[in-house]
């Protein structure tokens, strides 16, 4: 499973400035890259994992914004595809997460 979190947060003042950089660490520390400025997405084993992370978005989204995610399976997600400007570009491998048990 891919969990995608797509975000629009207000940077007017030093205070949304803070919690939007806020949001976006505390995506990175969740293990979340950047696909695009303000889209992040994570690799997770299984939906139960997909879940825990969905629930830790939740507990750390801003008082003001518009915050979206989004599961979607590993072949959803290989099917993306991907150009810049008119060029068709290779899209990079994530990289091999191993899960110990």
Known sequence: ????VFFDLPTETRMDRKRAT????????????????SIYMRFCASRENADVHTKR???ALPNQGKVGVM???D???GMI???HGQKEIQKETPNQQLELF
């Not at 976006?24 to 950047?34: E, I, N, Q, S, Y």
Request: proline share 0%.
């Open 1 to 4: 499973m891919w969990v995608l």
């Open 22 to 37: 806020r949001f976006r660490k505390d995506l990175l520390d969740d293990g979340f890259t950047m696909f695009q400025f």
């Open 57 to 59: 978005i939740k507990r």
């Open 71 to 73: 599961q979607i399976t």
């Open 75 to 77: 072949k959803q997600f």
């Open 81 to 83: 595809e991907l150009f």
